[in-house]
């Protein structure tokens, strides 16, 4: 069974850099194909895409937030993390990792953690 | 950037069925997923790569493409099925950068 879970600040200041964790468990992040994937949802509003790591390191970035973004993974402790520098109140959102499944050219999400609420307030 | 663009909302009522499409210029060339959304909960697959149904989703909802737009399509839309629908795809481009639509809000009447 595949489990994901987002930890981290549940406040940050403006300015200040965000790291979030993933912690997952019932699959490799080494296995062909795999990737984790950071997700945002504003409240009230849509999702946005933020990256993606593969299995082989490969790393994919939102073009409108890649400056600010950074994702690693630790294989052997089946963690994914995600930095976002320079946080903004705009930024304040439910942050969800999540894993893709098949190929390459596959953007299946068959699993989302839970969820995390970041606020970014003074 | 790259956009899908949804309807705001759908309305329709029980045992009716739904279409909310998505639009977007890399469609014909990308899949396209959908996800369901209830309040307070993460998002859910319900079709992968256009039109596949993942196990355990139920058989009224259904995927297709035409051009630069997908449908999907929920038939014999019962109360439950009241949530936001998100499509998602990547752009043409070939570096796999991911794209959700703006989502779309079902209403059952």
């Known amino acids: 069974q595949i489990t994901l879970k987002e930890s981290g600040p549940t406040l940050v200041k403006p300015t200040q850099t965000l790291t979030l964790t993933c912690t997952f468990s019932?699959?490799?992040?080494?296995?062909?194909?795999?990737?984790v994937g950071w997700i945002r949802q504003p409240p009230g509003k849509a999702l946005e895409w933020l990256a993606l790591?593969?299995?082989?390191?490969?790393?994919r970035y939102s073009p409108s937030l890649k400056s600010r973004l950074t994702i690693t993974k630790d294989t052997s402790k089946n963690q994914v993390v995600l930095t976002m520098t320079n946080m903004d109140p705009v930024d304040t959102a439910t942050y969800y990792c999540?894993?893709?499944?098949?190929?390459?050219?596959?953007?299946?999400?068959?699993?989302w953690g839970q969820g995390t609420l970041v606020t970014v307030s003074s | 950037s790259y956009e899908l663009t949804q309807p705001p909302s759908v309305s329709v009522s029980p045992g009716q069925t739904a279409r909310i499409t998505c639009s977007g210029d890399?469609?014909?060339?990308?899949?396209a997923y959908w996800y369901q959304q209830k309040p307070g909960q993460a998002p859910v697959l319900v079709i992968y790569?256009?039109?596949e149904r993942p196990s355990g989703i139920p058989e009224r909802f259904s995927g297709s493409s035409s051009g630069t737009t997908v449908t999907l399509t929920i038939s014999g839309v019962q109360a439950e099925d009241e949530a936001d629908y998100y499509c998602?795809?990547?752009?043409?481009?070939?570096?796999?950068?991911?794209?959700f639509g703006g989502g779309t809000k079902l209403t059952v009447l």
């Open positions: 999540a894993h893709k499944a098949g190929d390459y050219g596959d953007y299946r999400v068959d699993y």
């Open positions: 019932g699959f490799s992040l080494s296995t062909s194909g795999v990737g």
């Open positions: 790591i593969y299995w082989n390191d490969d790393k």
């Open positions: 890399a469609l014909p060339k990308q899949y």
């Open positions: 790569k256009d039109s």
């Open positions: 998602q795809s990547a752009d043409s481009s070939g570096t796999y950068l991911w794209v």
